[in-house]
Nanobody
Framework: QVQLVESGGGLVQPGGSLRLSCVVSGFSFDHLAIGWFRQAPGKEREGISCVSSSAGTSDYAESVKGRFTVSRDYAKSTVYLQMNSLQPEDTAVYYC?????????????????????WGQGTQVTVSS
């Protein structure tokens, strides 16, 4: 079973940066697409970024495009989300997730229903 553990959240001032990490275990990291999601209080879970198994494909929500960058380190079985120019509206719990199938087409998606395994989440708070 795939296990995911996020870290790197915290309190940051508007305009600041954070890098989230997602360590993946329990399955071949090289064959999994990984998604990043966030959920603010009272709002639905939002897909914000994803990266395919080979990192050949990535996608971003319009709300974070140009500010967030996803990457993966195969030696560490870790996916990163670099978040720059953070704003108060970015405040949320951030999750990484993996599907219950091998990425055969080197693609990824931003829909929560495409993912079966979820980390516990890490809180990101953007406030002055």
């Amino acid at each position: 079973q795939v296990q995911l553990v996020e870290s790197g959240g915290g309190l940051v001032q508007p305009g600041g940066s954070l890098r989230l990490s997602c360590v993946v275990s329990g399955f071949s990291f090289d064959h999994l697409a990984i998604g990043w999601f966030r959920q603010a209080p009272g709002k639905e879970r939002e897909g914000i970024s994803c990266v395919s198994s080979s990192a050949g494909t990535s996608d971003y929500a319009e709300s974070v495009k140009g500010r967030f960058t996803v990457s993966r380190d195969y030696a560490k079985s870790t996916v990163y989300l670099q978040m720059n120019s953070l704003q108060p509206e970015d405040t949320a719990v951030y999750y990484c997730a993996a599907p219950d199938l091998i990425d055969l087409v080197d693609n990824c998606g931003l829909g929560p229903l495409e993912y079966d395994y979820w980390g516990q989440g890490t809180q990101v708070t953007v406030s002055s």
